[in-house]
């Protein structure tokens, strides 16, 4: 029997059409929310994979332009101490005073690699000049500077003034005002390595300056190029 509204009057039971109605509109609603958040999940993902890329294009940017970029290594002359030091003047007429000069030096090179793999060089000579006149050489032996780092290497010298009497009278007045002036000049033949088999070769010159006090035996300034 069919209930009574307030008014006395029964409630008529929904019809049919209209439940199935209701039921339609209800799943239509549910697809649409399906519908966006699946929109929405795809917007993410879309999202998501344009800034792995950029996160990606960055670091392949950042790796080619620091890690693999190949600089080259830098020689130079850093220090000096002496074993020995023999400076002496002896006569060779007309008033003039040629030097006697035997000075063992133990020099001090750097090289600087700032890398991100070694540079492996090989053996080389130093030369050393007294105003372009050879005074002295030594070896620098097959080696190696490890990633970013600066590698010290001892050159021991012994300096000998030229027999040439000219010479020597030329380069004594250069001696007898205390100083002894040399420049250091070689060629360091080698490659670096990076990773992934990635090998450069690369030169480097030594070409420095340097200028020792005689009296006091010490070096009193160097200036590398």
């Given at each position: 029997?069919?209930?009574?509204n307030?008014?006395g009057?029964?409630?008529?039971?929904?019809?049919?059409g209209?439940?199935r109605?209701?039921e339609?509109a209800g799943?239509?609603t549910?697809n649409?929310l399906r519908?966006?958040?699946?929109k929405?999940?795809?917007l993410?993902g879309?999202?998501f994979?344009?800034f792995l890329?950029?996160?990606?294009?960055v670091?392949?940017?950042?790796f080619?332009?620091?890690?693999?970029k190949?600089?080259?290594?830098?020689?130079q002359?850093?220090?000096?101490?002496?074993?020995y030091?023999n400076v002496?003047?002896?006569?060779?007429?007309?008033e003039?005073k040629?030097?006697?000069?035997?000075?063992?030096?133990?020099?001090v090179?750097?090289?600087?690699?700032?890398?991100?793999g070694?540079?492996?060089?090989?053996?080389t000579t130093?030369?050393?000049?007294?105003y372009?006149?050879?005074?002295?050489?030594a070896?620098?032996?097959?080696s190696k500077?490890?990633?970013r780092?600066?590698k010290k290497i001892?050159?021991?010298?012994?300096l000998?003034?030229?027999?040439?009497?000219?010479i020597?009278?030329?380069?004594?007045?250069?001696i007898?005002?205390g100083?002894?002036?040399?420049?250091t000049?070689?060629?360091?033949?080698?490659?670096?390595?990076?990773?992934?088999?990635?090998?450069?070769?690369k030169?480097?010159?030594?070409?420095?300056?340097?200028?020792?006090l005689?009296a006091?035996?010490e070096?009193e300034?160097v200036i590398?190029?």
């Amino acid at each position: 029997m069919a209930e009574e509204n307030k008014a006395g009057y029964p409630t008529a039971p929904p019809a049919d059409g209209d439940s199935r109605s209701a039921e339609e509109a209800g799943e239509a609603t549910s697809n649409e929310l399906r519908h966006q958040k699946r929109k929405k999940l795809l917007l993410y993902g879309v999202a998501f994979v344009i800034f792995l890329t950029g996160i990606i294009i960055v670091l392949i940017v950042l790796f080619s332009t620091t890690f693999m970029k190949i600089r080259t290594p830098e020689i130079q002359f850093q220090s000096g101490t002496f074993g020995y030091f023999n400076v002496q003047f002896f006569d060779v007429g007309n008033e003039s005073k040629s030097p006697l000069v035997n000075v063992s030096m133990n020099a001090v090179l750097r090289i600087k690699n700032t890398n991100f793999g070694p540079y492996k060089y090989d053996s080389t000579t130093v030369y050393f000049y007294d105003y372009g006149i050879p005074v002295g050489s030594a070896i620098i032996p097959k080696s190696k500077a490890s990633f970013r780092s600066t590698k010290k290497i001892n050159v021991p010298v012994n300096l000998v003034s030229p027999t040439n009497l000219s010479i020597s009278s030329f380069i004594g007045i250069e001696i007898g005002s205390g100083l002894i002036s040399l420049t250091t000049q070689s060629e360091l033949n080698g490659q670096v390595e990076l990773m992934f088999g990635v090998k450069k070769k690369k030169t480097i010159d030594l070409n420095c300056y340097v200028e020792i006090l005689s009296a006091a035996q010490e070096i009193e300034t160097v200036i590398c190029n």
